[in-house]
């Protein structure tokens, strides 16, 4: 089978770039697919980034002829399906209109994953992923809720969905796990680490609040945010926003125990900052989206979650697999880790029910989407 990502891509510091990149692996590792995969990057202007040869064609933000000419592309290609990543703001302005002529424009049969299904959507957001979801032979959704909405909120027919988890690797080796504790100093120190693209509007701010309420009973805790900055902000304020976390940072006097960690970490390295951690913290608010894409992963450490309830961490911590506190509650934040940081016991607990979630591996993941590719060809378009 030949197939095509249309997707963010690495080195774009975002969790669809690093889910692509590992699904892209998993189908050539698996056999699924006879060929290297073929990637369409989403970028903002062309040559943002120096891709690797699996890069065909780029959609540019603001170029509606890169779109078009990216469909040609493909379509010239033999290429037996297409594998496209929606998340409202990837493919430009207007939520990502632009994607709309390109799948009208794309011949092959299309397969739309989801990443992020709002269960409150603007108009413009809903009609663009209604529209596309319309030009797409199947729809993928990466939990039950966001199938749920898919078919709710959006109208797309049950028959056209489908249900296929994200992937986790599995555990770095141990010495890189001992490297990466020596090189941001956490020796003898509690850590807690939250993933998170760097942006406004993740919740960091209420996250720095609750370590400082945490730190009189933990003066040692050190508290590490991993994450680039995301492109689109970037591209506008340039690092603004980190700076304004450092000035936060000071604001509150915990320039020793809070550490930013940018782009600079390979998949190996960031799995590596997640396994020392002894908490995760997720603060996202109601409305972020981004937050989801670290849950598995994390879960399949083993790692104690302290996380907000956001649609996918309701489910993925159901049953004590986490602890879940209210929206903007610095101090509900700051109960709950000061709780698990003072009791290993609870931290086992925890940590042993979110091990008993069973993430599924890439591979595996890889070979659901090789079983629905293999019968979206060998059926009828679904309307």
Same mark, same amino acid.
């Given at each position: 089978?030949?197939?095509?990502?249309?997707? #963010?891509? /690495?080195?774009?510091?975002?969790?669809?770039?690093?889910?692509?990149?590992?699904?892209?692996?998993?189908?050539?590792?698996?056999?699924?697919?006879?060929?290297?995969? /073929?990637?369409?990057?989403?970028?903002?202007? +062309?040559?943002?980034?120096?891709?690797?040869?699996?890069?065909? #064609?780029?959609?540019?933000?603001?170029?509606?002829?890169?779109?078009?000419?990216?469909?040609?592309?493909?379509?010239?290609?033999?290429?037996?399906?297409?594998? *496209?990543? =929606?998340?409202?703001?990837?493919?430009?302005?207007?939520?990502?209109?632009?994607?709309?002529?390109?799948?009208?424009?794309?011949?092959?049969?299309?397969?739309?994953?989801?990443?992020?299904?709002?269960?409150?959507?603007?108009?413009?957001?809903? =009609?663009?992923?209604?529209?596309?979801?319309?030009?797409?032979?199947?729809?993928?959704?990466?939990?039950?809720?966001?199938?749920?909405?898919?078919?709710?909120?959006?109208?797309?027919?049950?028959?056209? !969905?489908?249900?296929?988890?994200? $992937?986790?690797?599995?555990?770095?080796?141990?010495?890189?796990?001992?490297?990466?504790?020596?090189?941001?100093?956490?020796?003898?120190?509690?850590?807690?680490?939250?993933?998170?693209?760097?942006?406004? $509007?993740?919740? *960091?701010?209420?996250? *720095?609040?609750?370590?400082?309420?945490? /730190? +009189?009973?933990?003066?040692?805790?050190?508290?590490?945010?991993?994450?680039?900055?995301?492109? $689109?902000?970037?591209?506008?304020?340039?690092?603004?926003?980190?700076?304004?976390?450092?000035?936060?940072? /000071?604001?509150?006097? *915990?320039?020793?125990?809070?550490?930013?960690?940018?782009? =600079?970490?390979?998949?190996?390295?960031?799995?590596? =900052?997640?396994?020392? #951690?002894?908490?995760v913290l997720l603060p996202a608010p109601r409305t972020a989206t981004g937050a989801a894409a670290f849950l598995p992963q994390v879960l399949a450490l083993g790692k104690p979650v302290v996380s907000t309830p956001f649609g996918e961490a309701v489910d993925f911590l159901a049953g004590g697999a986490g602890i879940l506190v209210t929206f903007g509650n610095a101090e509900s934040m700051a109960r709950s880790l000061e709780?698990?940081?003072?009791?290993?016991?609870?931290?086992?607990?925890?940590?042993?029910? #979110?091990?008993?979630?069973?993430?599924?591996?890439?591979?595996?993941?890889?070979?659901?989407?090789?079983?629905?590719?293999?019968? !979206?060809?060998?059926?009828?378009?679904?309307?």
């Open positions: 089978m030949r197939v095509a990502l249309v997707s #963010a891509w /690495r080195p774009r510091p975002c969790p669809v770039a690093a889910f692509s990149a590992a699904l892209s692996a998993g189908l050539e590792e698996t056999g699924i697919c006879e060929q290297p995969v /073929r990637v369409v990057a989403a970028s903002r202007y +062309p040559g943002e980034a120096s891709y690797g040869s699996e890069v065909v #064609a780029e959609l540019c933000e603001g170029d509606p002829n890169s779109y078009r000419e990216a469909a040609e592309v493909l379509n010239g290609l033999g290429v037996d399906a297409v594998l *496209l990543q =929606h998340e409202a703001g990837l493919y430009g302005a207007q939520d990502g209109y632009a994607i709309l002529d390109f799948a009208r424009r794309l011949e092959p049969p299309l397969v739309t994953v989801v990443h992020s299904v709002r269960p409150d959507p603007t108009p413009t957001q809903r =009609h663009v992923l209604i529209r596309l979801a319309r030009r797409s032979r199947r729809v993928v959704a990466l939990s039950s809720r966001a199938r749920g909405l898919l078919e709710s909120v959006y109208a797309v027919p049950a028959h056209k !969905t489908a249900l296929i988890p994200r $992937g986790v690797q599995g555990p770095p080796p141990p010495e890189v796990v001992a490297r990466a504790r020596e090189q941001i100093g956490a020796e003898g120190r509690p850590v807690v680490v939250t993933p998170t693209v760097m942006g406004p $509007g993740q919740g *960091l701010e209420l996250a *720095l609040e609750a370590i400082r309420l945490v /730190r +009189p009973a933990q003066p040692d805790l050190l508290y590490v945010v991993i994450g680039g900055t995301e492109p $689109g902000e970037r591209a506008a304020r340039g690092e603004t926003y980190r700076d304004h976390l450092q000035w936060w940072i /000071r604001r509150l006097g *915990l320039e020793g125990n809070v550490l930013l960690v940018g782009t =600079h970490l390979s998949e190996e390295e960031l799995l590596a =900052h997640l396994a020392l #951690a002894d908490v709780a698990l940081l003072t009791s290993p016991a609870l931290r086992q607990e925890v940590g042993r029910k #979110a091990l008993a979630r069973r993430m599924t591996a890439w591979p595996d993941v890889a070979r659901q989407y090789g079983e629905l590719l293999r019968a !979206t060809l060998a059926s009828r378009p679904a309307r």
